[in-house]
């Protein structure tokens, strides 16, 4: 969607305004004109004739919170999600962004198929859909794809996710190319030689159940030779959905390093363990796994301190027929979209584990860092992508009422505390749940 001067001026009045980029926290009026942010004040006047009035007292107003990493599956698997749901989906959830992964069918690897992406995502009118291209011709890692050509069509990064990059020298080159770009190089960070036939975390769970585990050692030894490879050319890497203690602490060393490296932290890493795989539940099945309590409580450390500067959902919609599968064959993923908010806003800010400044911080400033957008701030001539959500509002996660196609989550049935109220991109009103 983009930003229109036809758009109706909106104020949104005496709402808890947090924006972590201007060191904004208490009660401000947001005056938005023509797309764009005109005014943060304690009282805005000169509101102009005609504008739209949103009483925000009592509600928490941010600037649009952004998720860099998504799965909307179109092209090619139309039936687990579209563009168009997707991006309704993530309004729903109070975000104004995603950035899409290229790993549909067939893949996002050329100028051509980064340009669908967009033009679909402006034609939905929900939140913004950006998209990264693929690092290698049809995800193979054998040859580099037209990098330059799909940064020049509008991708904002370039990853295989879902497919590591198991070729070192072609990673270099990946990252001496991203350095003419300015865009970060994002891994699913995973060494398939031992993880291969892996379907869960390896540990006492699956040796109880019986299936085959993936190592710790499968994510860290990729973490590390990103990590390295970043050093070595001075490029950006973004790693994708940490889930290991040594993971973590790798990260944190390279950042003391100066070794330009960002990371994602995903809900279900933070809050779950391969516990919630007991009764071989296919919505407790994703790449990579759920791990131990330790490692849970390394990635929730490493969120906490920054380590992890990213919240991501890494939304992967499914078919309910595909999740119905023997856990061996159910593909690996859940839904986050609709959750994500609620789900960190009363596990982690509620608790007093983070404050409202760093869940934003973490969910909207850090991600348009990463990938070089524009947004997660209110500043003034910004874009005018806001957020307003319920910090009181109880409600009950309910899969069947998803905007999403999709209702793979582990998390249905559960209590949250905190919604979305209204999504606003480019001065719009995109979601409206007031």
């Known amino acids: 969607m983009s930003d229109s001067p036809n758009v109706r001026p909106m104020v ?13 926290d208490g009660v401000r009026d947001v005056l938005l004109v023509d797309g764009r942010v005109a005014s943060v004040a304690p009282t805005v006047d000169g509101v102009p004739e005609g504008a ?11 600037p649009g919170l952004i998720d860099p990493h998504v799965h909307l599956r179109e ?16 309004a729903a959830g109070g975000f104004t962004a995603v950035i899409a992964m290229p790993n549909t069918d067939p893949p996002i690897d050329t100028p051509a198929s980064v340009a669908y992406v967009l033009a679909a995502g402006r034609k939905a009118g929900a939140a913004r859909v950006h998209t990264t291209g693929a690092i290698s ?25 879902g497919h590591p990059i198991m070729d ?11 350095l003419n770009f300015d865009i970060p190089v994002a891994d699913h960070p995973e060494d398939l030689g031992i993880s291969a036939g892996g379907v869960m975390n390896e540990g006492l769970v699956s040796s109880r159940l019986g299936l085959r585990g993936k190592p710790n050692a499968s994510e860290d030894i990729h973490v590390v030779r990103d990590l390295l490879v970043a050093e070595f050319t001075g490029a950006h890497i973004h790693l994708q959905h940490i889930s290991t203690a040594f993971g973590v602490e790798m990260i944190r060393r390279a950042k003391d390093r100066g070794i330009r490296v960002t990371a994602e932290a995903s809900p279900h890493h933070l809050l779950l363990t391969d516990a919630a795989v007991d009764g071989y539940r296919t919505e407790a099945k994703m790449n990579p796994p759920l791990r131990s309590e330790s490692d849970r409580a390394a990635v929730e450390q490493g969120m906490i301190d920054g380590t992890l500067d990213v919240i991501a959902t890494d939304h992967a919609p499914h078919h309910y027929d595909e999740k119905e599968q023997a856990f061996d064959d159910a593909p690996n993923g859940i839904v986050g979209l609709e959750t994500s908010l609620g789900l960190v806003h009363t596990h982690f800010v509620r608790t007093g584990k983070i404050s409202l400044t760093t869940m934003v911080e973490r969910m909207s400033l850090a ?24 910090p009181g509002a109880e409600w009950t996660v309910d899969a069947a009422a998803f905007l999403s196609k999709a209702s793979n989550t582990p998390f249905g049935g559960e209590r949250l505390v905190g919604a979305p109220r209204l999504t606003i991109v480019g001065g719009r009103i995109v979601f409206d749940a007031r």
């Open 52 to 62: 739209i009035e949103v009483d925000a007292a009592g509600m928490v107003v941010t």
């Open 367 to 390: 991600p348009a860092r990463a990938f070089r957008l524009e947004g997660g701030t209110l500043d003034v001539g910004g874009p005018a992508d806001v957020t307003v959500f319920d």
């Open 168 to 178: 070192s020298g072609l990673m270099r080159l990946a990252m001496e190319y991203s």
């Open 75 to 90: 092209p090619g698997q139309e039936h687990k999600e579209t563009i168009a749901t997707g991006a309704r989906a993530a």
């Open 137 to 161: 011709i049809g995800l193979k890692g054998e040859r580099l794809a037209e990098i330059g050509e799909m940064v020049e069509a509008g991708a904002v990064g370039i990853t295989d996710d």
């Open 12 to 24: 949104l009045r005496g709402g808890h305004v947090v924006d972590p980029a201007n060191s904004v």
